[in-house]
């Protein structure tokens, strides 16, 4: 820890937050930049909307969301036409306010016009969903799931997954929503922070019981009462992927921004908190996801009367150190060989025993059914290397410990994803034509640019229509007020903007084929440009 500033580099910094550090040059940086933004809850509805309309079918993992106040009119509008579809459809809603965490703001409505739009805090911008009425229960209790992902680079993409996480239950036994019961958070809400509150709240003591437990502990459960839970695994999997399939195209524009590409810089990773609730018929549905995942090992409990204290938390320790410890070692920047003195083989050889220990005590607190899921699941969760320890005694002592969780699972399943890819091309684009290193919006002449070096413009489509269209659409993203920093077109209007040019140059076909379509005349047109100008160089 640096309270008083830092003067030497290091090889990773670990930052409590987020990015926010600009006078790094090297190492590595355990945030990336805007990743707090990316996932507040306007921003990742949005970053999946759009995915959603490319790819309805492959992005049904979440639920229908519409945004506040902007979109009002519209949801009130769609429900009231699904209501007239489906005269016997009761849905449910749940606002959540953006920005908001642990519950914060949250409430259950029934029909649109009990949202509560003006005076109090609940004003401001908020996200409303479907609520899920009939989740997966668990001794009749809802419960969510926490799972840990590594987002290890975003260039390649590379991604990990915690083999297990946590499971956060509801303390009061559920009930589908009714008008009576909307209010009853212990009920309906499976935070943690909400439900300590309550009397019913048990501290777990082993992995297996209590409000919180661990993922692999209900796997255990479901595999006995013969679910299929390698479909789960891979399902969970995918929802994982998927999400950041949507989330890495405006990564790419932060990235740029603040670690311009030939600039001395760090590299980042990130731990990322998926919350993930399971439906009745096993189906994963994303609920969010958290840039600063606590990891806290310990919970506050009263010790006697009137006297809290921090008491370590078997089911938090269990999971995360094994995700902290997996994390540091896979960014390891000391790969390399080191002095084996006598001193540092002792340390290895009493660390070594202490993690076998541990990784003894993880084998067996794991069920058979769990021990079955990765073992028939090898194609699935295995990085490769095998769950047993591997020690190489020339290389440094992290590097002789176990991967006791993280499971590489891209590049891994690369292929079966990279179709939905697009929205990253679109951003390529984007990015080539900012311009200005340290900008995240585009102006009016890099649009007109880009229309023009990728040929779109011609009789029917003038550049006078060029302007409007880049006018209309940049005035409608920065009126919703996400930020006023920087005046221009931000990726999300651009990619509104050459869906539009996309439709218009091949209609009737999918929207996601006229898209490719389109991506592809661009990339040629500049592929054959840069040709030209390399040519023309060396002439
Ligand atoms: P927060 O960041 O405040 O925790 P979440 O989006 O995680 O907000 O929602 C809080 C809780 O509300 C979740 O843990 C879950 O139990 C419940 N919840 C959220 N969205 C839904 C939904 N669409 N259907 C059912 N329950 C939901």
Redesign the pocket.
């Known amino acids: 820890q640096f309270p008083f500033g830092r003067r030497l580099p290091c090889d990773i910094y670990w930052h409590g937050v987020s990015f926010h550090d600009n006078d790094i040059f090297s190492g590595q940086v355990n945030k990336f930049p805007g990743m707090t933004e990316m996932v507040r809850?306007i921003t990742l509805s949005r970053a999946v909307r759009t995915m959603q309309d490319l790819f309805p079918l492959e992005y049904n993992f979440y639920?229908r969301s519409w945004i506040l106040p902007e979109e009002f009119a519209l949801f009130v509008d769609e429900v009231r036409m699904m209501k007239d579809s489906d005269p016997g459809w009761k849905p449910t809603f749940?606002v959540?306010?953006d920005g908001?965490?642990?519950?914060?703001?949250?409430y259950l409505i029934k029909d649109p016009s009990d949202i509560r739009l003006r005076g109090s805090i609940q004003s401001r911008p908020a996200v409303v969903?479907?609520?899920?009425?009939k989740?997966l229960l668990v001794d009749k209790l809802?419960f969510?799931i926490r799972l840990y992902v590594l987002l290890k680079s975003l260039e390649p993409l590379e991604i990990y997954i915690a083999k297990d996480g946590l499971s956060?239950f509801?303390t009061e036994p559920y009930q589908e929503p009714t008008l009576k019961n909307l209010h009853q958070v212990f009920m309906?809400?499976?935070?943690y922070?909400l439900n300590i509150h309550s009397g019913n709240f048990i501290h777990s003591d082993s992995v297996s019981t209590g409000s919180k437990r661990t993922f692999s502990s209900i796997l255990c459960r479901l595999s006995s009462r013969g679910a299929d839970v390698k479909k789960l695994w891979s399902d969970i999997i995918s929802l994982v992927i998927k999400t950041i399939i949507a989330l890495t195209p405006e990564l790419k524009v932060y990235y740029q921004s603040d670690i311009p590409a030939g600039k001395p810089g760090p590299t980042c990773f990130q731990i990322l908190g998926f919350?993930i609730?399971l439906m009745k018929n096993l189906k994963p549905?994303l609920?969010?996801v958290?840039a600063n995942p606590s990891m806290r090992i310990e919970h506050e409990q009263e010790l006697s009367p009137g006297v809290f204290g921090n008491v370590p938390s078997p089911v938090d320790e269990e999971v995360k150190v094994a995700v902290i410890r997996d994390t540091l070692r896979l960014v390891d920047p000391q790969k390399k060989k080191r002095k084996d003195d006598h001193l540092e083989r002792q340390q290895i050889e009493s660390y070594r025993k202490k993690i076998n220990v541990r990784y003894n005590y993880f084998l067996c607190y794991r069920c058979q059914a769990f021990e079955h899921v990765s073992e028939a699941d090898e194609e699935l969760l295995d990085t490769g290397q095998g769950d047993k320890p591997r020690y190489d005694s020339a290389e440094s002592p992290e590097a002789g410990l176990p991967s006791l969780c993280l499971k590489q699972v891209f590049p891994k399943y690369a292929k079966q994803f990279s179709y939905l890819r697009l929205v990253d091309r679109v951003a390529a684009l984007f990015i080539r034509f900012l311009g200005v290193k340290g900008t995240t919006k585009l102006g009016p002449t890099g649009f007109r640019t880009f229309i023009r070096n990728c040929k779109l413009s011609n009789s029917s489509f003038t550049m006078a229509s060029v302007d409007i269209l880049y006018i209309d659409i940049t005035r409608r993203w920065n009126s919703m007020g996400i930020e006023h920093k920087e005046s221009g077109m931000c990726l999300q209007a651009f990619v509104e903007a050459f869906f539009c040019l996309a439709q218009k140059k091949y209609k009737s076909l999918p929207l996601h084929e006229q898209v490719a379509l389109l991506i592809e005349f661009c990339e040629y047109h500049l592929a054959a440009l840069d040709e030209k100008r390399l040519v023309c160089g060396r002439g």
């Open positions: 809850k639920p749940i959540k306010p908001g965490c642990q519950g914060d703001g949250i969903q479907e609520y899920i009425c989740p809802k969510d956060r509801c309906h809400l499976t935070n922070s919350d609730l549905m609920l969010e958290n």
